[in-house]
């Protein structure tokens, strides 16, 4: 482990503004493991009163830049290269907490699984797997 959650949300609200003012938190840091909490907000509601397939895409993409931070380091320039999701039932309206592992971490790139959870409900709300490109050291 290169950083911890505080270190990984410092590096994060200092280079993406979005990321303080949506709320998101590192929550905890284990070696391979990360744990992301979004706050729940009604700003994130779509037509009909469910949670945003978007947010839920953002939460996913951000748990594996952390994931990324958190055991590389603060390497900036470390990108999504490929992210599909599965969105797996209707979130009830909680807080979103995203816990992203590593499936395979290369010299070059990253292959994350990320699961979404609403609140404390055990049942996953979204499923990602993600492949993040890392630049040449």
């Known amino acids: 482990m290169k950083m911890t959650?505080?270190?990984v949300n410092d590096f994060i609200d200092s280079t993406?503004?979005?990321y303080?003012?949506?709320?998101y938190r590192v929550e905890?840091?284990?070696e391979g493991e990360i744990r992301v909490r979004l706050p729940y907000s009604a700003d994130s509601l779509r037509a009909g009163g469910?949670?945003?397939g978007p947010t839920m895409m953002t939460l996913a993409d951000t748990a594996m830049y952390a994931l990324i931070l958190a055991s590389l380091g603060p390497i900036g320039l470390a990108v999504t290269q490929n992210l599909n999701i599965n969105f797996l039932r209707k979130p009830r309206n909680a807080d979103l907490i995203a816990t992203a592992r590593?499936?395979?971490l290369g010299k070059r790139s990253a292959v994350i699984d990320v699961l979404i959870h609403?609140?404390?409900d055990p049942d996953p709300v979204a499923q990602a797997t993600g492949t993040y490109?890392?630049?040449a050291a």
């Open 118 to 120: 609403a609140g404390d």
């Open 102 to 104: 590593f499936l395979r």
């Open 133 to 135: 490109a890392i630049p």
């Open 50 to 52: 469910s949670i945003s």
């Open 28 to 30: 905890t840091v284990i």
């Open 20 to 23: 303080k003012l949506s709320g």
């Open 16 to 18: 993406i503004p979005m």
């Open 5 to 7: 959650a505080v270190a």
